[in-house]
């Protein structure tokens, strides 16, 4: 089974521009979890989609968000990007976010964002 | 502000030795705790999780999970210079999304 798969791997952006990174999920699974990973903050979860929808959120400005479509795979995008959003984008997939206990995340690769 | 604490390292054992990986977490409702483990350059990668009290084994690794406490651990056996690594301890939130901590950082010595 293909693991999940994140576009593009690198990606260098000016200040101000806007950014869209995607990513597919393991076959079957229907949840979507974006995670930001800096050296000084860690993992930061950024957003949450199952079956087209948002589930939660974390604490990030407006300026990211995502979708996600039928197929399951996924979006985020970043606007007017800033210094601070250079980051290692992750991506990680899971079968069953509605169960209390069986939510085992899988990560893809990462989207390493260099921001100048 | 639900919190999921690591020593950051680095914790530093000699091959063949056991490591010994701590987590606290602040969320008593959490029910759920996973091990990741990251190499240098690379994504996360699951290892292990837990979600009963006790001890769950699998090959060289064993999670520990004391709820009344709000601990995790993780011990590996037998260490290996390839086990060097970063390891982030992780727990599910009431909200539902996974709480990260900063990972601690072990160095296996050949």
């Known amino acids: 089974k293909a693991g999940v798969t994140q576009t593009p791997r690198y990606l260098i952006k000016t200040r101000g521009q806007q950014v869209t990174l995607s990513c597919s999920p393991i076959s079957g699974h229907r949840s979507v979890s974006w995670y930001q990973q800096t050296p000084g903050q860690g993992l930061q979860f950024l957003f949450e989609y199952f079956s087209e929808t948002q589930r939660n959120k974390g604490n990030f400005p407006g300026r990211f968000s995502g979708r996600q479509f039928s197929n399951s795979r996924s979006e985020m995008n970043v606007s007017t990007l800033e210094l601070g959003d250079s980051a290692l984008y992750l991506c990680?997939?899971?079968?069953?976010?509605?169960?209390?206990?069986?939510?085992?995340?899988?990560f893809g690769p990462g989207t390493r964002l260099t921001v100048t | 502000q639900k919190e999921v604490e690591q020593n950051s390292g680095p914790l530093s054992v000699p091959e063949g030795a056991i490591a010994s990986l701590n987590c606290t977490y602040s969320d008593r409702g959490s029910q759920s705790f996973f091990w990741y483990r990251q190499y240098s350059g690379k994504s996360p990668e699951l290892i292990m999780f837990i979600y009963s009290n006790g001890d769950k084994e699998d090959g060289r690794f064993t999670a520990q999970l004391n709820k009344a406490s709000q601990y995790v651990s993780l011990l590996i056996r037998d260490s290996q210079p390839s086990d060097s690594a970063t390891y982030l301890c992780?727990?599910?939130?009431?909200?539902?999304?996974?709480?990260f901590g900063k990972g601690t950082k072990l160095s296996v010595k050949p």
């Open positions: 990680a997939s899971s079968s069953d976010p509605g169960s209390n206990f069986f939510y085992e995340q899988y």
């Open positions: 992780a727990v599910k939130g009431s909200q539902g999304n996974l709480i």
